[in-house]
């Protein structure tokens, strides 16, 4: 069974940056494309930004837009999500995802294995 091992999360002020890291642990894992997913308190589960593993192609949320850079690294089956300029908003549990279905979507549903989340929170 995969897993997805995220780490980087933490407390950081209002503008900062934090650099969320995310690696399966079976590098013959080759997922069509890997994402993340945030759920603050209260909230549901919403798509933050994807990446296709092979084409490096990315989406984000209208929400972290220029702020947020999703990057991968195909030797080490990881994914990376770069976040700065960081607002009390952006506080939540951050969650790594996966599939290897080749879908458009974004819905949490379409992701087939997930990480434990790493909590993220943003002070004013």
């Known amino acids: 069974q995969v897993q997805l091992v995220e780490s980087g999360g933490g407390l950081v002020q209002a503008g900062g940056s934090l650099r969320l890291s995310c690696a399966a642990s079976?590098?013959?894992?080759?997922?069509?494309?890997m994402g993340w997913f945030r759920q603050g308190p209260g909230k549901e589960r919403e798509f933050v930004a994807r990446?296709?593993?092979?084409?490096?192609?990315?989406w984000y949320a209208d929400s972290v837009k220029g702020r947020f850079t999703i990057s991968r690294d195909n030797a080490k089956n990881a994914v990376y999500l770069q976040m700065n300029s960081l607002k009390v908003e952006d506080t939540a549990i951050y969650y790594c995802?996966?599939?290897?279905?080749?879908?458009?979507?974004?819905?949490?549903?379409?992701?087939?294995?997930w990480g434990q989340g790493t909590q993220v929170t943003v002070s004013s």
């Open positions: 079976t590098r013959a894992f080759r997922p069509h494309d």
């Open positions: 995802a996966a599939r290897n279905k080749i879908v458009t979507g974004t819905s949490p549903e379409s992701y087939e294995y």
């Open positions: 990446i296709t593993m092979s084409g490096g192609l990315a």
